[in-house]
């Protein structure tokens, strides 16, 4: 609960200090008698013992008026606008070495690449009020989603993310990091930031993805990256000559040195995905470390409660003039 002007409370003190004060100084009404002695075995009724009650119950009416007059209120809803906003690009490797099956959801078996857009699925939700964009890359980069809030469009694009989307297969991280820096260029958020999977080794474009990483920080972007697979060999799917799948297990390099110095050079954190689960962790974590920073309020929408204390008030009121002339009918 809240008041509109709580400043109408300090009256309440004041009225109890003139009431006390009017007590103090007024003088029992009563008749003179020249000795008290024959009443003195006369007992006291009830009504007697409870005759300050209608005095009490005006001084409650009294305060109750002002307590309605301060405005009591609930706030039923109100609007928060992020001062502060965030711009992300997902950058996401779509080669061909993300059809590994090296990762599992329940004990069934899943590529790499359907294992990530799950997840990436589960980060979009969970943002609130930042602009995200995607951008998919294998031996080229282009950008699947340009920044936008409206996540249900942007995951639509994600499911578009599919295995030899690229005609042109490779791991192009540099060109991967360029495409989404430039993506960020002209964003005027507060913070900017790039997160990249990838599960490979830089094989493909033409710039080199340390230098993508220097013209990064220096448009205050950050980069994240994510190294994304098993180590060692990891089952790979085949057709064999009946055109059946089968499974091969083959050797996937993971250049972890280049991503590290990515993420040093840009102020961001490098990250190792080797099961599904370290990989919904990674992504929570920088959900963590991602955050906007101030909230602004908007409107507020009330439920105005002085008509509950107003009713109750006179309720009181009209039962105190009942009393007054009824049962602690006093004469004079």
């Known amino acids: 609960m809240v008041w509109k002007d709580p400043w109408i409370l300090l009256l309440i003190p004041l009225i109890l200090l003139l009431v006390f004060w009017r007590n103090f100084k007024k003088k029992p009404a ?27 119950m005006r001084l409650l009416v009294l305060i109750l008026f002002v307590i309605a007059l301060a405005g009591p209120r609930q706030v039923l809803q109100e609007t928060i ?17 993300m059809a590994a099956e090296d990762f599992k959801i329940n004990g069934q ?13 589960d980060f979009i ?17 282009y950008t699947a989603c340009p920044l936008t809030t409206d996540y249900d469009w942007l995951i639509a694009n994600l499911e578009r993310i599919e295995l030899g989307v690229l005609q042109e297969d490779g791991t192009a991280v540099g060109s ?8 960020l260029k002209n964003s005027q958020a507060k913070s900017k930031v790039v997160i990249l999977l990838t599960d490979g080794v830089n094989n493909a474009g033409k710039i080199d993805p340390i230098t993508a990483a220097k013209i990064a920080k220096t448009m205050g972007i950050k980069v994240y990256t994510i190294g994304a697979g098993s180590k060692g060999y990891v089952p790979f799917p085949m057709k064999d000559f009946f055109g059946r799948t089968v499974y091969q297990n083959v050797p996937i390099d993971l250049d972890e040195d280049t991503l590290q ?14 099961d599904t689960e370290s990989l919904r962790q990674i992504y929570q974590e920088i959900d963590k470390l991602e955050k906007t920073k101030m909230e602004e309020v908007g409107y507020k929408e009330y439920q105005e409660l002085f008509v509950w204390v107003l009713s109750a008030a006179v309720l009181i009121l009209v039962l ?12 004079p």
């Not at 939700?125 to 980069?141: M, N, Y």
């Not at 110095?261 to 080797?274: N, S, V």
Request: aromatic letters at 10%; a positive charge.
């Open 30 to 56: 009563g008749f003179r008698f020249s000795s008290t002695d024959l009443l003195g075995d006369v007992p006291s009724s009830w009504k007697i013992k409870f005759f300050f009650i209608p005095e009490t």
């Open 81 to 97: 606008h992020h001062t502060e906003g965030i711009d992300i690009v997902l950058a996401m490797d779509c080669s061909g070495s």
């Open 109 to 121: 078996r899943f590529n790499r690449l359907m294992i990530v857009k799950e997840v990436v699925r």
């Open 125 to 141: 939700r969970q943002r609130t009020s930042d602009k995200i964009g995607l951008v998919a890359f294998a031996g080229l980069a």
């Open 176 to 183: 991967a990091i360029s495409s989404s820096v430039n993506r």
């Open 261 to 274: 110095e990515i993420a040093r050079l840009t102020d961001g954190k490098y990250f190792r995905a080797t």
């Open 320 to 331: 105190e003039v009942i009393l007054s002339n009824t049962v602690f009918l006093r004469i």
